[in-house]
């Protein structure tokens, strides 16, 4: 395990840290009224960048950690848009 292992790994955690409750919370609560949609579709385009820069490097942990941030964006995109509709 190299240094950058370690990096990438704390990286990953703490973006998830971020993410993950939110979307737990955004069920839960079905409010998203105070999520920013062009934050999420900002950060889950840099997500799609990330994993196809992690395909190239054939890192697959860098694939992965991307993806499931990804998947945790567009979880978030699809709440706010059925929670925010309900008008």
Do not use: C, E
């Not at 990096?7 to 990953?12: L, Q, S, T």
């Not at 998203?32 to 992690?54: F, Q």
């Amino acid at each position: 395990m190299t240094i950058w292992t370690v990096i990438a790994a704390i990286a990953v955690t703490a973006s998830a840290s971020n993410m993950i409750p939110q979307v737990i919370h955004s069920w839960r609560t079905k409010h998203t009224s105070g999520l920013s949609a062009i934050a999420l579709w900002t950060m889950s385009a840099g997500n799609v960048a990330w994993i196809a820069h992690g395909i190239h490097q054939a890192d697959l942990f860098l694939v992965l950690a991307n993806a499931l941030l990804l998947a945790s964006g567009v979880a978030l995109l699809v709440m706010k848009r059925m929670y925010d509709d309900r008008g």
